[in-house]
């Protein structure tokens, strides 16, 4: 038995599909369908309102908070918190969120990983003017799908992101889950200068040259490796976000059976291993684990192993009298798409990912030659813009032709990898954002349904900044 609404969504959507088909659906649209027949989606294009409107109130500024080691670090902060707040919702509502910039810099908030109307996406020059300082903005969209999303400027990220703007928001399953505990880890890292401060030089040729701006600290919540208190026989649910400028973080959890039930929002198909864990920039990693009672009074220490030296991330302790566990067993899942027709198409388009002299910074990071210029209010005008149709698979195909690492994000959308240099993958999950490593040549196929020019860019804030951006313009078959 399926108790994922998803599964329901799926199955009334391929019925509506061949009906459609067969001219018993509307009278237009067995005419559209004989034309161009719309493929059944892998997953409902939307989801019934639960009739909620939450509101949230955001204000970004500049403040001084007590981070990393409990030092003052002077940052640009969402309500004055680095991450920001949590806004939390359930899948259905609509959030309706007034932004207040209070920045000395214009800015927007774009909301990663959500499907939602282009208007709200919160790209400037695309979907919205910049914010200016003392402007405002209200953002509101349904939310289509539950799991781990987040939010961050869309203007200047290099620095914006870096200086601390961030923040989670939670989409919940309708139906409980099986867990005891929450957690939210957001992974980031600090590059701080002589006087401990958020080193104020951006987009500095060697970060360019590199795989973004890395920093010295890392920390889980702004905290350098806090001490987690755990009860032992705690069934935990544990949201993983990288909000890094350029750091990939593999954090491993040694000694915990963990099963990793969620990526980039969507539920898995399956539980799946967490044992090589890997986060890119923009990624999120939900885990499922439960706290052996063998480790009552125990200490577990979460590794970074991304890199050839590996840190301490976070301490798990564990310790108090044991929490019976919940009557719910299993975490909601996803039926697994069925993709050999996108898998059996030829790339409706190929993204060369590469770098060149020149630019604003003196080297830009290029697709297919081109580097965007996102700042002023008309970026699009001058640039190639993608089409896709709308309800159709499309397969995308990236080609790393740098050394360095680009974690491709397209806004709006969810995609399957498909291939890795060629040979075919099945990771058994969706993402929005997808690691492509040195000289990697990688396939995803997606499904667009949400009309709109959608930004496809790297999430290496330094490569986006510096051109590695650009559109994909979603249309339905046949509309101008
Ligand atoms: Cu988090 Cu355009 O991205
Ligand atoms: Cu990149």
Redesign the pocket.
Known sequence: MHRNPWFIGAALAALVAVLAALGLGQKGDAVTAARQPRAAPPYPEDVPSTGHVREFELVAAPTALPLLDGRSLEVWAYNGQVPGPTLRATQGDTVRVRFTNKLPQPTTI?W??IRLPNGMDG?PGVTQPPIPPGGTFVYEFKLKDAGTF?F?P?LR?SEQVERGLFGVLIVEDREPGPFTRELVWVLDDWLLDASGQVDARFNTRSQLAHDGRWGQVSTVNGVAQPEVPLRPGERVRLRLVNVANGRVFAPSFDGLDAAVIAVDALATDRPLPASRLELA??NRVDLDFTVPEALSEQRLEVVDRFTRRPFLLATLAVSGAAVRPPAVTAAASMPAPDLSSARARPPSETFRLNARRGGPFGIEWTINGEAFQHEGEHASAHHRVYRLPAHQWAKLRFVNESYRLHPM?V?GQFFRVVARDGTPVDEGHWRD?VLIGPRETVDVAMFPQDEGAW?L?C?IQEH?ESGM?TLVDVRADGSP
């Open positions: 774009h990663h990983g790209v987040w961050h869309h990220g920039p923009g994000h806004h954002t930004m860019h999430h986006a951006m």
